[in-house]
Structure formats: C-alpha cells, structure tokens
C-alpha cells in the first residue's frame, strides 16, 4: 500500500560515486524501516542497507564494506543511500523498500519501488 519511489541512478565509472533516494507522497517514512536492496539479471534480490523506524538504527551487510550509507532526512521525507567507490559488481537495479523489522530478508519487505538503474562501467 506504501508507494515508494527510487532516483539517482545512472552510469558511473568504476571508483565513481552515487547518490539515490527514496521518498513517499503519501506516508512520511520516519516510522518505517526501510532497506535499500539490488538485483542483476540472474542473480537473488540482495539486501545492501537497512535504517530501522523510530530509532534511525543503520544495518549493512557485510557485501557494503563500509562503502555504503544509508540515511534519512526527515524534512524531505527522504531515505537516500550514498555509495562510494563503485565497482562494475554493483551494477543492478536499485529497489527500496518496507517492511516490519530491518531485515536482508527480501521476503520480508511488504512494498517496493519501481527501481532504478545503477550501471558501473569504464
């Protein structure tokens, strides 16, 4: 029911940087626990962040290496996830979603966005 909308992808070198965002019209996002997942072709939906509700508590799996920060400004509504360093392994779609919990579990996510494209490529 939560509408979610991804931006900020694109095409960056290898070592380059990027910035995507995740927003909702209809619901602020400050009591919802929202993750940042990917997915290239062939390959299982991968958790790469997660900021819980409420308490702004920040997850990363071992796959972001640090290279990755996911945070939340609440006056505009937004959940961004900053990633440095970009390696050609990062390319996928980028989805952000809700759910009850943080979690890497893509199943436990109730809604996502549409996505949006993350090419790393030299």
């Known amino acids: 029911q939560l509408q979610l909308v991804e931006s900020g992808g694109g095409l960056v070198q290898p070592g380059g940087s990027l910035r995507l965002s995740c927003t909702a019209s209809?619901?602020?996002?400050?009591?919802?626990?929202i993750g940042w997942f990917r997915q290239a072709p062939g390959k299982e939906r991968e958790g790469v962040s997660c900021?819980?509700?409420?308490?702004?508590?920040?997850f990363y799996p071992d796959s972001a290496k640090g290279r990755f920060t996911i945070s939340r400004d609440s006056a505009k509504n937004t959940v961004s996830l900053l990633m440095n360093n970009l390696k050609p392994e990062d390319t996928a779609v980028y989805y952000c979603?809700?759910?009850?919990?943080?979690?890497?579990?893509?199943?436990?996510?109730?809604?996502w966005g549409q996505g949006t494209q993350v090419t790393v490529s030299s």
């Open positions: 979603g809700s759910a009850g919990r943080c979690s890497f579990i893509s199943s436990d996510f109730a809604s």
């Open positions: 209809d619901f602020t996002l400050d009591y919802y626990n």
């Open positions: 900021i819980s509700g409420y308490t702004d508590d920040t």
